[in-house]
């Protein structure tokens, strides 16, 4: 961190097999930043946190990104915080399963609910921005932050969004209940162990029906608005992961070939 004006930290764990796991990751870690910062003497710190840290209740992981969050406003230093919603965009492994799913044909969604989400690009615009600067607008703001969609997607609206992007005119969502969704992430931790996608701590958070930014938390709209389309970014992902054989063509029988 020498010789740096700012630090933008955005390390942290999305999963660990157990609390310890995303304390050391996400808290602790950030507690190593910061003490790091200081002994640097550099104040300027954007932190990147996540919306599951409104409901830490809800997970470790969420409870491990509200501490982080602690950490940064006990600090002392020039902080911002950003929550993001779901990130997506070419290279991100998260939301792979989905896109693979809807050129079968078929999205399996959690219980209903809202979700927001935004393109890699776009966030990584606001976090370079606010790395350079200092006001007092931003100064221990917490943003939440998205692609501009008021009220967010529904599970519903978001799964038929990738489907028309991987090249399908239909998908077919099926909402699971929670108790089949928690099944699941036992189920696939033990098929997959460390390399399940669907956890146990995740599946807590993936049925909580309200994950959409807040409209009061947005950053100024002098600072940054988000210019990267929803549907245009999902294209683009769908298009990257084929590029790199993570996605299949689609027959031409009922769709388009992509």
């Not at 350079?132 to 998205?146: F, L, M, P, R």
């Not at 529904?154 to 108790?179: C, E, M, N, Q, W």
């Not at 390399?195 to 002098?222: E, G, I, N, Q």
């Amino acid at each position: 961190m020498e010789d740096s004006d700012a630090v933008i930290h955005i390390a942290g764990v999305v999963n660990a097999p157990d609390r310890k796991g995303f304390e050391a990751g996400n808290a602790t870690g950030t507690a190593a930043v910061i003490a790091a910062m200081k002994r640097a003497g550099i104040r300027r710190l954007v932190h990147v946190s996540s919306l599951a840290a409104r409901e830490p209740h809800l997970s470790d992981y969420g409870w491990s990104k509200a501490e982080a969050e602690r950490h940064v406003e006990a600090s002392g230093l020039d902080w911002t915080m950003v929550r993001p919603p779901a990130i997506f965009g070419p290279g991100d492994a998260e939301l792979l399963e989905l896109f693979q799913m809807a050129v079968r044909g078929f999205v399996l969604l959690p219980p209903a609910g809202r979700l927001s989400v935004i393109h890699v690009d776009d966030l990584a615009d606001l976090l370079v921005r606010l790395g350079g600067v200092e006001s007092a607008a931003t100064k221990e703001a917490i943003y939440e932050v998205d692609d501009g969609r008021p009220d967010g997607w529904s599970h519903v609206a978001f799964a038929k969004a990738i489907g028309h992007a991987v090249g399908r005119k239909a998908v077919r969502t099926i909402s699971l209940p929670s108790v089949c969704v928690r099944w699941g992430a036992r189920i696939d931790r033990l098929l997959r162990g460390d390399r399940a996608r669907l956890t146990p701590d995740r599946a807590a958070y993936f049925c909580h029906a309200d994950w959409v930014s807040r409209a009061d938390l947005r950053p100024p709209a002098d600072l940054w608005t988000p210019g990267i389309a929803t549907e245009t970014g999902l294209e683009a992902t769908a298009a990257a992961y084929r590029a790199k054989g993570l996605l299949p063509s689609l027959s031409s029988e009922g769709v388009r070939r992509a």
